[in-house]
């Protein structure tokens, strides 16, 4: 995977995948402590110790589904930010959810770019109209935020994955980033 987006894209799936109703995805670009940290929690089915334990392993996966035999989202991930002098945290109890927290030297030159998170975010939205995601991105002192929960009492009947509603999400997340990248230049 060429960038963090597509990684958040892969594990985000498999929360869904998993049965979560609430995704929250946070990143955090912390310039003065050389951070970026990437974290995926849900509240999906969970993984007992023993798959924990495992799941960062590539030729591990919870997937019955014939033909995938593999699990490689948390492995490259875990791949990625160690090869960017960081590490993964992975937290999770049956029954009650997962979160994935990975950390990455910032100015690392290793380092995946972040990606397109606007478009990786309209994905998951489209697909998954069914459940609320939560974004948070923040950015030195900067800080944005997306509750689909909050989009949808706006919206009353309007679907969440309506077209329109889909390009304002869209373009409100890219301008976002766009803003506080060229504050962070200055």
């Known amino acids: 995977m060429e ?29 003065k402590e050389n951070v970026l940290l990437v974290e995926i929690s849900d509240n999906g089915e969970g993984m007992d110790e023993n798959a924990v334990k495992a799941v960062t392993d590539p030729f591990f996966t919870t997937k019955a589904e014939r033909g995938r035999r593999v699990g490689l ?18 937290v ?3 029954g009650r959810g997962t979160t994935i927290k990975a950390r990455f030297q ?20 489209s697909a998954n109209p069914e459940i609320d995601f939560v974004f948070e991105y923040k950015r030195n002192d900067q800080f944005y935020e997306v509750d689909t929960r909050e989009i949808r009492e706006e919206l009353e009947d309007v679907p969440i994955n309506d077209p329109a509603v889909i390009k304002f999400i869209k373009d409100s997340i890219s301008k976002w980033l766009s803003d506080t990248k060229s504050i962070m230049l200055e």
């Not at 910032?106 to 939205?125: E, F, N, Q, W, Y």
């Open 106 to 125: 910032h100015d690392h030159i290793d380092r995946k770019p972040v990606g397109d998170i606007a478009m990786t975010l309209t994905i998951l939205i």
């Open 3 to 31: 960038d963090l987006s597509l990684h958040i894209l892969d594990i985000a799936e498999n929360s869904v995948s998993a049965g979560a109703s609430v995704i929250q995805i946070k990143i955090t670009e912390d310039i």
């Open 92 to 94: 999770s109890e049956k």
């Open 73 to 90: 989202g948390i492995p490259l991930l875990a791949q990625a930010a160690r090869e960017a002098d960081g590490d993964i945290s992975i």
